[in-house]
Nanobody, 123 residues
């Protein structure tokens, strides 16, 4: 599975961005998908994940109520809608695909990764 993120950029605090992740290769709908992020000097952390059908999703407490993960299996794309952005949301955001039919909120449960897209939130 090859993953390519897009949609990052510079935004003011309180603003919104939508990240996209286009997948190619193996059957997209077979895998749960996730978003992670890594701020400078920090470890990569879980942000959100969505089940294969899109019927279930999970979020980190830090983004719950502000971010929404969704997927379009017909377009082989997963999205992360980010609203009410804060400076602490500044990070490189990575899209990931689970290598199996399940996932956990950990890096090790995801087998395929994109190259990342930078999100910078100014105060």
């Amino acid at each position: 599975v090859q993953l390519v993120e897009s949609g990052g950029g510079l935004v003011q605090a309180g603003g919104s961005l939508r990240l996209s992740c286009a997948a190619s290769g193996r059957t997209f709908s077979a895998y749960p998908m996730g978003w992670f992020r890594q701020a400078p000097g920090e470890e990569r952390e879980f942000v959100a994940a969505i089940s294969r059908s899109g019927g279930m999703s999970d979020y980190a407490d830090s983004v719950k109520g502000r971010f929404t993960i969704s997927r379009d299996n017909a377009k082989n794309t997963v999205y992360l809608q980010m609203t009410s952005l804060k400076p602490e949301d500044t990070a490189v955001y990575y899209c990931a695909a689970s290598g199996s039919t399940w996932y956990a909120k950990t890096e090790t449960s995801f087998s395929y990764w994109g190259q990342g897209t930078q999100v910078t939130v100014s105060s």
